[in-house]
């Protein structure tokens, strides 16, 4: 016999000051703008690149938005010298 599983919680679209205020408690540089670009990116249907339904928006955030400040910029000028030679 099975166990009944939990019913899925409805998902509930976030407005962008949720967003915004999400993306500041992360100390992200100008949340009313990342809020904006994260909403127009998945409305109206809110499916990620793969068609699949977002189910959690924070989750969402934290795995896509909040890495990308994360990723450091690769600069050809800011490379080390190594003797007479540069990497």
């Known amino acids: ?10 998902f509930t679209p ?6 915004a205020d999400y993306a500041a408690g992360l100390k992200m540089p100008d949340p009313h703008k990342i809020a904006e670009q994260f909403i127009d990116c998945y409305a109206p249907e809110w499916r990620d690149t793969f068609n699949r339904p977002i ?3 924070k989750m969402k955030f934290r795995q896509v938005w909040a890495k990308r400040r994360e990723r450091p910029t690769k600069s050809i000028h800011k490379q080390k ?6 990497l």
């Open 1 to 10: 016999m099975k166990t009944p599983t939990k019913p899925r919680h409805k």
């Open 14 to 19: 976030p407005t962008a000051a949720e967003v």
């Open 55 to 57: 189910r959690n928006w």
């Open 81 to 86: 010298p190594i003797g007479d030679w540069s």
